[in-house]
């Protein structure tokens, strides 16, 4: 079976498509009634966003890098976990690369995590 979309859960609703969209991003101008007859649909339905969509129409990925020499030494693994818990506060996720201290891997780091795969990039260099 197709995974289902907006407009599914907009006619099972019977409702329009933006009206399912204000839900979904929990637009305040949406009577309690409605949200709850979109949030059946969507729950019959078994919907869920599409994130690679959401992150095309955007401009963003919700992914930022973090790099790091190496994770088994105290600091830099203190470090990724206070950027991993501050980033889920954020609702994004941390891509750790380990660059183990070497400068070409920093650098090649930095020019692979283009802005088409990351909204951006923290250096920890040595």
């Known amino acids: 079976m197709a995974r289902p979309r907006i407009k599914d859960v907009a006619r099972h609703a019977g409702v329009s498509e933006k ?16 949200r709850r007859v979109v949030q059946e649909a969507i729950d019959h339905l078994g919907y869920r966003v599409n994130l690679a969509g ?8 919700g992914v930022i890098a ?13 470090l990724a976990r206070h950027v991993v818990r501050e980033a889920e506060r954020r609702s994004l996720t941390v ?24 909204d951006g990039v923290i250096l920890s260099p040595l």
């Open 19 to 34: 009206t399912v969209s204000n839900v979904l991003n929990d637009y305040v101008h949406v009577s309690e009634r409605t």
């Open 54 to 61: 959401r992150h095309l129409r955007s401009g963003r990925t």
């Open 66 to 78: 973090l790099v790091v020499p190496e994770l088994d030494v105290p600091y830099f693994a203190e």
């Open 95 to 118: 891509l750790i690369h380990q660059s183990g201290g070497d400068r070409e891997r920093e650098r090649a780091a930095l020019a692979g995590f283009g802005s088409d795969f990351v």
